[in-house]
């Protein structure tokens, strides 16, 4: 004769089972802020928000290595989620020749309409601009890499990345000195 299993062992794993199924529902939504400026340039947070991964608490961490240099990374609950570098230099470079090296790899990058030229991936975007730097002409570049390398609609966050390029781009440079 097979014994039923006791109706509280029934109870518990219903207990459990609706926790976790809470514990998950939680973790998919933004339950932190969406900062207003992100890496020290103001941008809408409708156009930060759809670019961050759900969590509970965002953070900022700077790296500088120059004045002309600063990279910042975004986390998420601790993990990094998007890497903004922004760059000040001489030098003239192709976005779309970088997006296809080893430093700066994005998926995918074709070029796109934005700044002086641009590349946009399916995981970032780099875009370099005219800078005229204490009156000397120079190039501002933006490089904005996401951790997550495969968004279910690719279509989707090329176009959120667009737009928050196209919005933090200006504001970017003018933070770097750039005239124009």
């Keep these: 004769m097979r014994r039923r299993p006791p109706r509280h062992r029934l109870t518990g794993c219903f207990l459990a089972v609706s926790v976790l199924a809470t514990v998950t529902a939680c973790s998919e939504s933004q339950d932190y802020a969406v900062p207003q400026a992100v890496c020290g340039t103001a941008v809408k947070d409708s156009l930060t928000a759809p670019l961050l991964p759900p969590g509970e608490s965002v953070e900022?961490?700077?790296?500088?290595?120059?004045?002309?240099?600063?990279?910042?990374?975004?986390?998420?609950?601790?993990?990094?989620?998007?890497i903004l570098r922004k760059d000040r230099h001489p030098d003239e470079v192709d976005p779309l020749k970088l997006a296809h090296g080893v430093v700066h790899r994005l998926a995918n990058p074709e070029?796109?309409?934005?700044?002086?030229?641009?590349?946009?991936?399916?995981?970032?975007?780099?875009?370099?601009?005219?800078?005229?730097?204490?009156?000397?002409?120079?190039?501002?570049?933006?490089?904005?890499?996401?951790?997550?390398?495969?968004?279910?609609?690719?279509a989707e966050r090329r176009r959120q990345l667009m737009g928050f390029a196209r919005a933090y781009l200006p504001e970017a440079a003018a933070g770097m000195g750039c005239e124009e």
């Design 60 to 82: 900022e961490e700077y790296r500088v290595r120059e004045a002309r240099s600063k990279t910042c990374w975004i986390t998420v609950d601790r993990r990094r989620a998007m």
């Design 111 to 154: 070029a796109v309409d934005l700044g002086a030229r641009a590349a946009l991936g399916d995981d970032g975007a780099l875009v370099t601009d005219d800078c005229v730097y204490e009156g000397e002409k120079q190039y501002f570049t933006l490089e904005i890499v996401l951790d997550e390398k495969k968004p279910e609609n690719v």
